[in-house]
Every structure is written in C-alpha cells, then in structure tokens.
C-alpha cells in the first residue's frame, strides 16, 4: 500500500513537473517572440536611414536582445530580405526547464522569428513629441481615440508612456509606444500596441514658422469698428479684461460698468476653461481679417466668421466661450509670444469649425506654435461642437487636453495631430479622418500620406 501511494505521488509529481515545465517554456517562447519582434522593428528602422548590410542590422537587433531578455542564454541574427525592404531577426534561447523528464529533454533550443517591412509612406496622424513625459498619451475613463488608417507615436520612453484608465480605447492602424503601457493592452486595437519602439522624430522639425514680421498689432479698434457694445467705454473703444475686473481707471464700478464686470465674472466662473489674456474682446457678431492680434483673440459669446489668411496671435491666445462661435476657411493661426499666453481655449459650449490655408507659408497648418515658447500652459480642447477641424495641429512646447463629451474632428477630411503630449480627460472621442486625397486643403511633408516610410511587423514569409 505504501509503495503504491509512493508510485502514485512519483506519477503525480512527474505529470505537475511536466505541466510547469510546458508552462515555463509557453512563457519564455511568448517573451522571446515579443523581444523579437520589437528587435526587428529597430533593425528595419535602420534600413531608412542608412543603406544596410546584414552585420549592421545584426549589431542593431543584438544590442536590443540583450537589452531586454537575460532569462537564459541566447544568439541572435539578423538579414536583410526582401530585395532591402525587410529585415528577418532569428534568436535562439536556451530553455529553463525545473524538473526531469519528457518535456524537459525533449525541448533544447527557443528559436523565434520576426520580420519587419518598410511599409512605404506610412500614414502619421499622431505624435506624442515628449521623451521625457510621464506619459506623452494619457486617456482617462471612457476616452476615445479613433485613427483607423493611420499611426499613433508616443514619444515617452518611461513604463506608462500611453497610459490607459479604465474603459478608456485606441483604435488605430499602428500605436508604436517608445516606453510602455500601463492599463489593458487589449483596449487598443485591432493590433496590441508595440511597445519599445523606436521615437519618432517630430515629422515638422524642418517645417518653417511663418514669416511674421515685427509684430505690428492691427487688432486696435477705432470707434467705427466696435466689436461687442456691451464691453465698450463711453468712447467706443474696447475696455480692456484689467478694467473689466479690477475697477477700471475710475475705481468703483457702477451701473452699465459694473454689469461688464459682472459678466466677465460669470464667464471665468463659468464656461471658460483657461485664462482670458487682455486681447480683443469680441461679444458680437461679426467678421475679422487676418493680422497680427495681440493679447489673442477672445470670443465670448459672439459670432465670428474669419477672413482665409494667418491670424498670429501675439501672448494671447483664441478663446471660445460663453456659447461663443468661430468659423472659417483656409485660416491659419501661428500661436507665438514670449509669455506662453498663445493657447487654444475652446469652452464646452463654443462652436467651431475651421479650415487650414491653401496656400502660403501656413499651408495645411491650422495651428502653428512657436517652437522657442518658454511656458508651459495646456491647450485645452473642450467644445461640444468641433467637428470641422481640417489640417494640421502642431503645437510641439505644449500639452493638448482634450475634454468634451461629443466627437472631435469626425466631420474633417483630415485632421494630423502633434503636441508634446496628449491628456484625454474623462469621456472625450477624439477622431482623426484620412481623406487626404480629396481634400483641398494640403498635407504638410512628413504627415498623413507624406510621411516618411514606416516600419511595421509582417507575418509573410520573406523573399530571400
């Protein structure tokens, strides 16, 4: 009896060895493939840059394998296929097996296989600029990027560099990650995000500023060109948010002056969602022409239709707010100041549709941010009603936080987005479109279907 209780433990262990064995080597196989892919993911990089040879690209893969897999022992190889458009990666490992038998001695080698192709001009819609960021792609609860055809980067190379709360989902043709991901990696799809990927150098880096001159302001009004009569003085001219909120040059406020400041009061309570720089005020409804405006350009409740040209906002920035609407076709703005003031603020109840120039030195851009700006204020997107975005967003010094409830760009023919980082606050749908053929309006080089090739994973068999 003792004896076959003896046996029958002996088979037991040796059935639950075998079982732990399978899984270790299940485990290590699955870590190893994932190794291999990211490796040739930045052997293929190579071939962009450099015109590459198989030790090259070998040297490339091997740096990257030890870097990221020190369980067992293990070789690595690396050749171009695909008459130089792909690049194969090979490793071999060492198995780690715990007990005798079977699957322990019939396992001795790990090899796995990966390829990556250059995939021709590949589709870039969304950049995360930061290698420094916490997280360069940060999506709260039941936030939503949608980018079907085209790339998402996030620049981040910390272990939550996309970081993804909750119900939060990314639908995107690639979401090549340089760090990691914290939160379910399978809220991105249809393919799980790369992670340790190669960052992408911002695409615009060599796009010029535009050419803006001295500066000259041409937003002071006259008494002929009134723009809200409800924030006027007696002399027709624009009282400035200082007098509105501090006294004014007289002291206390009283009468129609005290009714400005109190509805000045209720907009910075209220729907606004960032900071109301001392530029033109607008409460009416009418039609501005491109210049240089300086404190911004602030719409409170008015109606305002744009003339096709650059708008530069100079320390100050667009605010949309209090039910404010903004319209216009091939606008630009070119964001710019010493102070950092020149941010977007788009308030929950703000109407906007919008439309990057044809032609000129802001062609295809919609929003263009000085590169030297010195501060850091976020962009903040949180109209209910911004679906027209057509063109390009660059605003590579600054965070862009994204906080509606409705849809964001879904009715654009395109729209390309690159900030220094992304905060999609609680429930917001962000959607960016790749209608670039039928759009008139342009595609800056080194986005959408002018970008530089890109480098994706294949499951074909290669041509030697």
Same mark, same amino acid.
């Given at each position: ?19 732990v ?17 990211? !490796? ?17 690209v ?34 071999r ?9 079977p ?25 995360? +600029?930061?290698? #420094? ?6 999506m ?10 085209c ?8 272990s939550s ?7 939060a ?11 990691g ?24 880096? &060599? ?6 001159g +001295?500066?000259?302001?041409s937003n ?23 007098? +509105?909120?501090?006294?004014?040059v007289?002291?206390?406020l009283?009468? &129609? ?8 009061? *209720?907009?910075?309570?209220?729907d ?75 308030? @929950? ?5 919008l439309?990057?120039p ?11 941010? *000085?590169? #030297?700006?010195?501060?850091?204020? @976020?962009?903040?997107?949180? #109209? ?22 409705? @849809? ?10 690159i900030a ?15 209608d ?7 595609? @800056? ?8 090739p890109m480098?994706?994973?294949?499951g074909? !068999?290669?041509k030697t």
């Open positions: 009896m003792i004896l076959w209780a003896a046996g029958l433990m002996a088979v037991a262990a040796f059935i639950v060895g075998g079982i064995d399978y899984m270790s080597l299940s485990n290590q196989k699955h870590q190893l493939q994932g190794v291999a892919d990211r !490796a040739a993911i930045a052997a293929a990089q190579e071939l962009i840059v450099f015109k590459g040879t198989d030790g090259r070998t040297a490339v893969a091997e740096t990257f394998v030890k870097a990221n897999y020190t369980r067992t022992p293990q070789t690595t190889s690396a050749t171009i296929v695909d008459d130089g458009k792909a690049v194969k990666v090979t490793i490992a060492e198995p780690q097996t715990f007990f005798p038998g699957v322990a001695q019939g396992v001795k080698e790990l090899k796995v296989e990966a390829i990556a192709e250059i995939a021709g001009g590949g589709f870039v819609c969304m950049v995360g +600029l930061s290698d #420094s960021e916490d997280s360069t792609l940060e709260h609860d039941k936030a939503r990027v949608t980018a079907e055809k790339a998402i980067y996030s620049n981040s190379r910390s560099s996309l970081r993804l709360h909750n119900s989902r990314v639908k995107a043709d690639l979401v090549c990650v340089a760090g991901v914290t939160g379910p990696m399978s809220a991105v799809s249809p393919n799980e995000p790369i992670t340790d990927c190669p960052p992408l150098v911002d695409p615009l880096r &060599d796009r010029p500023e535009p050419n803006v +001295l500066l000259t302001c002071i009004l006259g008494k002929d060109n009134i723009l809200g009569k409800d924030l006027t003085n007696k002399d027709g001219g624009l009282l400035g948010v200082k007098e +509105l909120l501090n006294g004014g007289g002291g206390l009283k009468g &129609d002056l005290l009714k400005k400041k109190n509805l000045l009061t *209720d907009i910075t309570n209220g606004l969602v960032g900071n109301l720089a001392q530029g033109l005020i607008v409460t009416g409804k009418t039609e501005l022409s491109p210049g240089v405006y300086c404190g911004g350009l602030n719409i409170i409740g008015g109606d305002v239709k744009l003339k096709p040209g650059t708008y530069i906002l100079n320390n100050g920035g667009l605010v949309v707010a209090n039910g404010g609407k903004i319209s216009g076709e091939n606008v630009g703005f070119y964001l710019t100041g010493a102070l950092g003031l020149s941010t977007v603020q788009l308030a @929950p109840t703000s109407t906007v549709s439309t990057a044809r032609g000129g030195d802001m062609a295809g851009m919609l929003f263009f941010e *000085d590169r #030297s700006v010195l501060f850091k204020f @976020p962009h903040i997107v949180a #109209s209910n009603d911004a679906r027209n975005l057509v063109g390009t967003i660059y605003l590579p010094g600054n965070t862009l936080e994204i906080n509606s409830t409705k @849809p964001i760009a879904d009715k654009s023919d395109y729209t390309v987005i220094r980082k992304f905060d999609m606050k609680d429930g917001p749908e962000l959607v960016l479109n790749t670039y053929e039928n759009s008139p309006i342009p595609v @800056p080089d080194g986005v959408g279907n002018k970008s530089r480098v994706r994973l294949t074909e !068999a290669p």
